[in-house]
């Protein structure tokens, strides 16, 4: 298996047996503190479903915005950003200046720029959506207040008194 951390995809890449990627604490030997265990433990998290993606013959899951729901690339250049080792819009925003030479596409760094704009417009996007939601879950408490409100004055209401006998 080779894996690379999210936020340099192009420069670091680590090849390795998945067996040796597995926790086995009675692998550990002299690891008294569980450090190395803890570890590899949160390693094994973030390979795992994909790793069980492609043993199902799956796509590999994306953590992101997967290059194709933007409109700001052509089929032609998410392909040659996914050879770079680039798989969604939130790495193409995240490139260092280091990495951008090595994407052989035409003003990377205008790309770049778009897909930092597309985040910040779908974030907003839905930040109006769950606003909305709010809005509404707000004034369905505050109807079931104003009824809540009604039925404790009409249970504490004090009663009539009948006629009395003289």
């Known amino acids: 298996m080779t894996y690379s951390p999210s936020h340099s ?7 390795e047996r998945v067996r040796h990627l597995l926790p086995d604490p009675s692998l550990m030997g002299e690891d008294q503190d569980g450090e190395k265990l803890r570890f590899m433990t949160a ?11 492609f043993k199902a ?4 899951p994306l953590n992101g ?13 998410a392909e ?12 193409v925003r995240d490139l260092p200046d280091g990495q951008l030479d090595r994407v ?4 990377v760094r205008d790309l770049r720029k778009q897909a930092g704009l597309f ?6 996007a839905k930040a109006a959506e769950r606003e909305a939601a709010k809005d509404a879950q707000i004034a369905e408490l505050v109807e079931r207040q104003a009824a809540m409100e009604a039925m404790i004055e009409e249970l504490t209401k004090p009663k009539g008194k009948g006629k009395e006998a003289a």
């Open 43 to 53: 390693r094994w998290n973030q390979i795992e479903p994909a790793y069980e993606a």
């Open 65 to 77: 915005t997967a290059l194709a729901a933007w409109s700001g690339v052509t089929p032609e250049q």
């Open 9 to 15: 995809p192009l420069n670091t890449r680590t090849t």
């Open 57 to 60: 013959g799956r796509e590999i």
């Open 119 to 124: 985040l910040a417009n779908s974030d907003a």
């Open 104 to 107: 052989r596409l035409p003003n």
């Open 80 to 91: 040659v950003l996914r050879t770079a080792g680039i798989r969604t819009v939130e790495e």
